[in-house]
């Protein structure tokens, strides 16, 4: 029978309506008023009973209605919230300030239930997996014949605290089991947690750490991204001559002659928003697809399975990049702008209140061409290696009894050139028994530094870690340079020392005046440890300077977030995003964004985006209070 329940026993059919079911067994009074009910009717039914067989199954009916009525009315009073319903936090929820967690538990307990005389008490414990914190009891203090309960709570925030549920128990006397308890919090809101220090998640790839003393002739064998863009007539995927094509086909040139090893070549192709792009999503990719076969014809050396081709349409990510370096519009005007874009609505809906806005057409002109085009993002590495010969006399210093025939700057060639940390470490070791420099003390500490980052043992990452900080002792002991300095603070970082850290990134940079990449390697990771701290407007300082890591722009975002700028943190996360997708934490910060914002849609889209890029960002997601309303 549709949309019904049927219950059969004997002759007797009943079948209540589900709609009503629920509602019935919800309320204590409606279900006694059923069974008063079903009393009479087996009453009556029995009075009329002709054989025993009826009257048998009769009575077992009524058995087991009672039975069930007792279970639920059970069930229920379990579930209900009788004591704590008023009782909640302020804030609402549980988020790190600095290095603690702070908040008021406040509420009163239900009138005339005559609590006060029975030693009310309520004990607050947090609860993971990992561990406990009992945070003691909460007073109940009467006013006028009310229990009124108010606390203060402060503690130090530990890694395992992250998932924790705070749990109010309430009891009648001080050793009693609970009557009721509740969960006033999930989770922990720690966003200044999730800064870029050079740590990493389990699954995710381990990011390189510290900086070699190089001399000025040669450069670290690291990898090098270059971005171009090539530009079409609108609605075509053909190529054009324009002079911006032929500028960027000129500075991809100039890089792969710099850097030949390439390591990855991407080119996503792109549409505008203008109706003669026209609406076929397939026009991007033929963009991409073209701009691919003119740089095999460039370039011979490339081959066609380095290449990977991806496109976007309906999306307005790459206009609002375009927007932030766009000088023409007065900063409130773009502010609009962005509003719009943030709005919920799909991607013609968005198109549409844009246009309405100020300088439309102007802006429209100066930005839509731009968005005609193929961008290509090139990795590559410059090559580093010895000859033939010298490779020879290479091996012949190695020996247990070798000579050294080979200068300072051999020796610092091959050492960058060395595929593996291993072989970097053996390198390194024999040019402080040859050279004995400040630099090779500081170039074989960073190489222990990361071999100490990679490994999950505790205690052989702690042995590691002891000999790059005695390394990094030595080469400030023969001179104290700011690069050794900055290896140090580093170093401090990764062992969670992060005030010491702080302290010597600091002297760090008064001695790094003039060195301008150094500079920005010392005052990013002291932003990021400002952040960490809990001084984010000094950390937006320190982010002061030109930014091209996309570690640096989300921990500028991160900043910014907190501090409830959420227009400049989104800036920055986008930023994040273009500088290096692959990093997910970008999309991370825009998710974090949108909820604020109240735009769930949004902020589901971009989690979905992060993990993508970074699947291990799967357990922050899933214990983040922000996205309690998902189910990652």
């Known amino acids: 029978m549709k949309n019904k329940r049927m219950l059969s ?24 008023f059923s069974m008063v009910g079903s009393k009479c009717m ?31 009315n059970s069930v229920g009073q379990q579930a209900e919230a009788t004591y704590l319903t008023s009782v909640s936090l302020v804030p609402q929820k549980l988020r790190v300030e600095r290095d603690s967690i702070k908040f008021l538990i406040t509420g009163k307990l239900p009138a005339g239930s005559g609590l006060l005389t029975k030693q009310p008490n309520l004990r607050l414990r947090l609860l993971s997996n990992r561990d406990t914190l009992d945070l003691g009891t909460i007073p109940v203090q009467n006013q006028a014949g009310i229990a009124i309960l108010t606390k203060n709570i402060a503690f130090s925030y530990m890694p395992w605290m992250e998932d924790a549920r705070l749990v109010l128990d309430f009891s009648l006397g001080k050793n009693k089991a609970p009557e009721e308890s509740k969960i006033l919090a999930k989770g922990v809101q720690a966003p200044q947690l ?59 040139a100039v890089f792969l002659e710099q850097n030949p090893e390439l390591l990855s070549l991407k080119i996503t192709g792109l549409q505008s928003p203008e109706q003669s792009e026209g609406r076929n999503s397939q ?99 410059p090559y580093l290696g010895l000859g033939k010969q010298k490779g020879i006399l290479l091996k012949e210093a190695l020996a247990p009894a070798g000579v050294n025939k080979l200068s300072y700057s051999d020796w610092e060639l091959a050492a960058a050139a060395a595929p593996s940390l291993e072989e970097k470490a053996m390198l390194y070791a024999s040019m402080i028994k040859w050279f004995g ?3 090779t003390f500081i170039n074989l500490a960073v190489v222990r530094m990361r071999q100490g980052q990679e490994l999950q043992d505790e205690e052989s990452r702690a042995v590691l870690w002891e000999e790059s900080a005695r390394l990094l002792e030595e080469a400030n002991r023969l001179k104290l340079l700011p690069l050794g300095l900055y290896n140090q603070g580093q170093l ?6 992060f005030w010491e850290a702080y302290k010597i990134l600091s002297e760090a940079s008064v001695l790094a005046k003039g060195d301008a990449s150094l500079t920005i390697a010392i005052e990013s990771l002291r932003g990021a440890l400002d952040v960490r701290r809990g001084d984010y407007k000094l950390a937006l300082l320190r982010f002061g300077y030109p930014m091209e890591s996309a570690e640096d722009w989300f921990n500028k975002g991160i900043a910014s977030y907190i501090l409830g700028d959420y227009l400049n943190a989104n800036a920055a996360f986008e930023a994040s995003v273009l500088a290096n997708r692959e990093l997910g934490y970008g999309y991370y910060g825009l ?42």
């Open 9 to 32: 026993i004997g002759k007797f059919n009943f079948s209540p309506s589900l709609e009503q079911t629920p509602k019935a067994l919800s309320s204590k009074n409606n279900f006694s």
């Open 42 to 72: 087996c009453a009556k039914v029995l009075i009329n009973a002709s054989n025993w067989q009826t009257r048998l199954v009769i009575r077992l009916f009524w058995m087991l209605s009672i039975f069930f009525a007792a279970s639920q």
């Open 194 to 252: 999730l800064v870029r220090l050079g740590t990493y998640l389990p699954g995710e790839a381990i990011p390189p750490v510290g900086r070699f003393d190089f001399s000025t002739t040669i450069k670290e064998s690291k990898p090098v991204t270059k971005s171009v863009s090539f530009r079409f007539e609108p609605g075509k995927s053909d190529w054009a001559a324009f002079q911006e094509n032929q500028e960027a086909q000129r500075q991809l």
């Open 283 to 381: 026009l991007g990719y033929l963009r991409a697809e073209r701009i691919g076969q003119k740089l095999l014809e460039f370039f011979p050396s490339l081959s066609k399975d380095q290449i990977t081709y991806q496109s976007r349409w309906n999306d307005w990510f790459d206009f609002r990049i375009l927007l932030a370096d766009y000088s023409g519009l007065a900063e409130e005007t773009k502010a609009r702008y962005y509003e719009e874009l943030q709005e919920e609505g799909t991607y013609f809906e968005k198109g549409q209140r844009i246009k309405a806005l100020p300088e439309f057409e102007r802006l429209a002109a100066a930005l839509y061409p731009k968005l005609r085009s193929a961008k290509v993002e090139l990795t590559a590495r």
């Open 437 to 439: 420099s400040p630099a």
């Open 492 to 497: 401090k970082v990764l062992q969670g020392e």
């Open 591 to 632: 998710a974090l964004v949108a909820m604020e914002l109240g735009q769930a849609e949004s902020g589901s889209l971009y989690l979905e985006k992060a993990l993508t890029y970074r699947p291990a960002l799967r357990q922050k997601i899933a214990i983040d209070p922000a996205f309690s309303q998902f189910d990652f």
